[in-house]
């Protein structure tokens, strides 16, 4: 729920565990803000702590690594019943899960093969030896933690399940995604569905133990209510479990400032007991609501008091806040503990608050606290005890070997001071005398050696120096790129490789140097940053940047082939128009004799075959002529009759 998971012991909180950043488990007491455990696991990077839970007062041990104990004395029995709660479960990003005993200040044991991604949520049961987990890969676990083994496993959710919750009588089990859902633990089916929230649900707790409505008779899960808040939501939602199945909204809920990190509150076990909640914020603002749950109630309700803590603002120095990280309520319901300030070392105080007032700051100054603390605290360190006379040695530049020169025996010490009359030694005598080649020595237009360059890449990346920087950076011999990135320390890969994706959106020029060193260091620190758990966000936008410039490879090279054929022809038009025209007349006209008599006998042929077609052609219009005429007379009726038939007609 938190960025780092943390979590009060039951029974008074008289312990506060943490799991920083760092991967490791630190285990407080609560009395006087004091480090009583400190574990860390052995793949604390790789597999970094996810959730916590305390187990329950009264629930069995589980076995230790070591095997079977004897059985104890009764008297000793009676000496570890308040240790028994001391067992904590811890989930990883891997998907085990490890029971750490903070009596014996080691690893109990470890529950492998339930999940295949990271565990989001552990709870432990009430009575029995069991625990509940769930995890990314969509599933809910039930662990028998005497064997270490999977007792039961199902399907919980479509997606993520990201939180757990058993009910008072343990019966029942909350489960929540983005949707609520109400199991049944004996058959492992879904009793009741509810809404939820839009993300994912952080926190589930009951509220009640024992319905308002003591009319009906209690079947040990109708009629209570619980409580759910979810990442990036302002508000805390509050569920009743009603007996029909008709209702799946909420009926009331809870505003705050921000996404909720820490949420505790005290059960009602009465009708008429109110139920006081007290939400840590990711602003480090602590809410505290106090009301009775009787039914549906429309509009949101806002906290009765707000808490903050604030350092002195003596002189000149203004005022900071400090940020809350977790609140709890101690075991007469009115005093809370705090936890404050630095997740690695928090302080822890129990504080009794007036709740009438609305805004309650607190003024602490932390560093004078945090002073006390620490010359309180029994160190294991010691520092040594060194003498006026002795020579303190410090470490010089990476790739210095000097060797040290012994002084001749017999050899009087030299004097500091310098006697009158005596001529003061050359610069070149006193790097003799220190056994430095005076002809090893950098002269200022020459290029510094490799090692140098590593130092100088260190200073500039550290001090955020643009000119040592760009004096390293520009270098293009790829000998001297590739042995100062592998004498370069390993804490200052990745700052470099931001500074060369910072450098690869400037200047095309500079961004060809840049690829350099970046294949020079993926070549050779490739195994540390395979190491690296945030490795994808840390080279996110290079892998971005990277990707932009592959895509408009293709469309540049499509624009330069095009440009490039236009310029061609541009430039061969251009060479065509500079040509000089050419006279294409000829200068000497050669005439052959036999080709002309040749010619003047084809002419006459042609002649001859023009007059024979001339006669044959005035023939056909002749006749021609003939057969319309013979027409016209048919027509007009004057045909040639007979010499006979033309007398009896007359």
């Known amino acids: 729920m938190a960025a780092s998971p943390c979590a009060f012991s039951p029974r008074g909180c008289r312990l506060f565990a943490s799991a920083g950043p760092d991967g490791r488990l630190r285990v407080w007491d609560t009395a006087g803000s004091r480090l009583q455990h400190e574990y860390v696991p052995s793949a604390h990077l790789s597999a970094a702590c996810t959730c916590l839970a305390w187990a329950p007062a009264g629930?069995?041990?589980?076995?230790s690594k070591d095997g079977p104990q004897r059985k104890k004395r009764k008297s000793e029995v009676g000496g570890e019943v308040d240790k028994q709660l001391d067992i904590l479960a811890i989930g990883t990003a891997v998907g085990s899960i490890l029971l750490y005993s903070t009596v014996k200040g080691e690893l109990q044991s470890k529950l492998d093969g339930g999940h295949e991604s990271r565990?989001?949520?552990?709870?432990?049961?009430?009575?029995?030896?069991?625990?509940?987990?769930?995890?990314?890969?969509?599933?809910?676990?039930?662990?028998?933690?005497?064997?270490?083994?999977?007792?039961c496993k199902w399907k919980g959710d479509n997606s993520s399940v990201t939180c757990l919750c058993i009910s008072p009588d343990g019966k029942m089990l909350l489960s929540a995604g983005r949707t609520i859902k109400l199991w049944d633990l004996e058959t492992k089916e879904v009793y009741r569905h509810f809404t939820g929230h839009a993300t994912s649900v952080s926190s589930l707790m009951f509220t009640t133990v024992k319905p308002t409505?003591?009319?009906?008779?209690?079947?040990?899960?109708?009629?209570?209510?619980?409580?759910?808040?979810?990442?990036?939501?302002?508000?805390?939602?509050?569920?009743?479990?009603?007996?029909?199945?008709?209702?799946?909204?909420?009926?009331?809920?809870?505003?705050?400032?921000?996404?909720?990190?820490?949420?505790?509150?005290?059960?009602?076990?009465?009708?008429?007991?109110?139920v006081k909640l007290a939400v840590v914020c990711r602003d480090g603002?602590?809410?505290?609501?106090?009301?009775?749950?009787?039914?549906?109630?429309?509009?949101?309700?806002?906290?009765?008091?707000?808490?903050?803590?604030?350092?002195?603002?003596?002189?000149?120095?203004?005022?900071?806040?400090?940020?809350?990280?977790?609140?709890?309520?101690?075991?007469?319901?009115?005093?809370?503990?705090?936890?404050?300030?630095?997740?690695?070392?928090?302080?822890?105080?129990?504080?009794s608050l007036n709740t009438s007032e609305s805004h309650i700051c607190l003024v602490r100054d932390i560093q004078k606290v945090l002073s006390l603390k620490t010359d309180a605290a029994v160190t294991k360190v010691k520092t040594p005890v060194v003498n006026s006379d002795a020579k303190v040695l410090v470490p010089g530049i990476p790739g210095h070997s000097t060797a040290v020169k012994t002084p001749a025996l017999g050899k009087e010490k030299k004097k500091n001071k310098r006697k009158p009359g005596e001529t003061e030694e050359s610069i070149e005598e006193r790097l003799g005398a220190l056994d430095i080649d005076v002809s090893k020595v950098k002269t200022p237009g020459d290029l510094p050696q490799t090692d140098s360059f590593a130092v100088l890449l260190v200073q500039g990346l550290e001090s955020n120096d643009a000119e040592i920087l760009n004096k390293v950076l520009n270098t293009r011999k790829e000998n001297i790129v590739k042995n100062t990135v592998a004498r370069m320390p390993i804490h200052a890969v990745i700052p470099l490789l931001h500074e060369l994706t910072k450098r690869l959106?400037?200047?095309?020029?500079?961004a060809s140097l840049m690829v350099r060193w970046l294949k020079s260091v993926f070549t050779v620190h490739a195994s540390y940053l395979s190491t690296l758990p945030d490795l994808i966000p840390q080279l996110g936008m290079l892998y971005q940047l990277m990707?932009?410039?592959?895509?408009?490879?293709?469309?540049?090279?499509?624009?330069?082939?095009?440009?490039?054929?236009?310029?061609?022809?541009?430039?061969?038009?251009?060479?065509?128009?500079?040509?000089?025209?050419?006279?294409?007349?000829?200068?000497?006209?050669?005439?052959?004799?036999?080709?002309?008599?040749?010619?003047?006998?084809?002419?006459?042929?042609?002649?001859?075959?023009?007059?024979?077609?001339?006669?044959e052609d005035e023939e056909k219009e002749d006749q021609s002529d003939e057969q319309d005429m013979t027409v016209e007379k048919e027509i007009n009726g004057d045909s040639d009759l007979e010499p006979e038939n033309e007398s009896e007609e007359e």
């Not at 629930?59 to 076995?63: M, W």
């Not at 054929?565 to 500079?578: E, K, M, N, P």
């Not at 008599?597 to 002649?607: C, H, K, L, N, P």
């Open 59 to 63: 629930a069995r041990q589980p076995p």
């Open 119 to 151: 565990v989001n949520c552990v709870r432990w049961h009430q009575e029995s030896c069991c625990l509940y987990s769930c995890s990314d890969d969509k599933h809910i676990v039930e662990w028998n933690t005497q064997t270490c083994k999977v007792k």
């Open 213 to 274: 409505n003591e009319s009906k008779p209690f079947d040990g899960i109708t009629g209570l209510y619980f409580l759910s808040g979810a990442i990036h939501d302002r508000l805390l939602s509050v569920w009743q479990i009603r007996s029909d199945r008709k209702e799946k909204n909420a009926v009331m809920s809870f505003t705050v400032t921000d996404e909720p990190t820490f949420v505790d509150l005290t059960v009602s076990e009465v009708k008429e007991e109110p």
């Open 285 to 351: 603002q602590l809410h505290l609501f106090e009301h009775i749950l009787n039914g549906y109630c429309k509009k949101p309700l806002t906290s009765n008091c707000t808490v903050q803590i604030a350092t002195p603002g003596d002189g000149d120095s203004t005022p900071k806040p400090v940020p809350i990280l977790a609140a709890a309520f101690c075991t007469d319901k009115q005093s809370l503990l705090l936890v404050y300030g630095n997740a690695l070392q928090p302080i822890i105080e129990k504080v």
């Open 505 to 510: 959106q400037g200047n095309p020029y500079s």
């Open 547 to 615: 990707e932009s410039r592959v895509k408009t490879l293709q469309k540049l090279s499509r624009l330069h082939g095009r440009l490039f054929i236009l310029v061609t022809q541009v430039a061969a038009s251009q060479t065509v128009q500079d040509v000089p025209e050419v006279n294409q007349t000829a200068k000497l006209v050669y005439e052959d004799e036999s080709s002309e008599e040749e010619g003047s006998d084809d002419e006459m042929i042609a002649d001859k075959d023009s007059d024979e077609n001339w006669d």
